[in-house]
């Protein structure tokens, strides 16, 4: 998979965080429908999926990387509100973006390398 495609596929569960974490908390872990169960165990892997690559930010490029990626793609604030709050511009926002995406997924791929 390619960076745009792991970018692309980081988003898409960024979008849809929130909306499984809540689901997550409603449903019954212990459940005995087999169908129930599935869909509990997929919505847990995205939201760990998603923590973990905000772990992972956080961890590489510091608390501010995160609360504005947090922001961008989970709470879709545009760049240029982000770029207010923080007194910087919509350019550096979006250049700083690309770059720590690219250092997570770059260190993604590298530990998936290691794991084959």
């Given at each position: 998979m390619n960076e745009k495609n792991k970018y692309e596929a980081f988003k898409?569960?960024?979008?849809?965080?929130?909306?499984?974490k809540a689901?997550?908390?409603k449903m019954n872990p212990n459940?005995?429908?087999p169908l129930l169960k599935t869909r509990y165990r997929f919505l847990k892997e995205d939201v760990a999926y998603t923590e973990k690559m905000l772990d992972k930010l956080e961890e590489k490029c510091g608390t501010n990387a995160?609360?504005?990626?947090?922001?961008?793609?989970?709470e879709n604030r545009t760049q240029t509100q982000?770029?207010?709050d923080y007194q910087?511009?919509?350019?550096?926002v979006q250049y700083s973006l690309e770059k720590w995406m690219d250092a997570i997924l770059k260190d993604e791929e590298a530990h998936q390398e290691e794991k084959e």
């Open positions: 898409d569960s960024c979008r849809t965080y929130l909306r499984e689901m997550l908390a459940t005995e429908d995160r609360l504005m990626v947090y922001e961008l793609l989970i982000v770029a207010k910087i511009t919509r350019r550096q």
